[in-house]
Nanobody
Framework: QVQLVESGGGLVQAGGSLRLSCAVS????????MGWFRQAPGKEREFVAV????????YYADSVKGRFTISGDNAKNTVYLQMNSLNAEDTAVYYC??????????????????WGQGTQVTVSS
């Protein structure tokens, strides 16, 4: 089992920045990649970014490319999502997820094995 706990969400003005963190514990050796997803009210959960656990590659949704940066610190078993130039369309609950399969880059939520509880990000315009 793998446990994921997100933090860092909150209320921010348009144009501002936030950094989300995802603390990873448990059978971390089984993880191939870590992803960030988001879900706005009335919408499906959508892919944001993914990073290979241990480094080696990142991949982003077009909607966040150039504004968001995913990174990882394996010594701390933590994955981050730095979000800059936020706008109202970024408002959502953000989730981190762990993928054990060797399919890169995996953007489909059902393919992820473990999920955090989510953290709310609200961007005021």
């Amino acid at each position: 089992q793998v446990q994921l706990v997100e933090s860092g969400g909150g209320l921010v003005q348009a144009g501002g920045s936030l950094r989300l963190s995802c603390a990873v514990s448990g059978r971390t050796f089984s993880i191939f990649a870590m992803g960030w997803f988001r879900q706005a009210p009335g919408k499906e959960r959508e892919f944001v970014a993914v990073i290979r656990w241990g480094g080696g590659g990142t991949y982003y949704a077009d909607s966040v490319k150039g504004r968001f940066t995913i990174s990882g610190d394996n010594a701390k078993n933590t994955v981050y999502l730095q979000m800059n130039s936020l706008n109202a369309e970024d408002t959502a609950v953000y989730y981190c997820a762990a993928d054990r399969d060797y399919n890169w880059p995996e953007r489909r939520p059902p393919k992820y094995d473990y999920w955090g509880q989510g953290t709310q990000v609200t961007v005021s315009s």
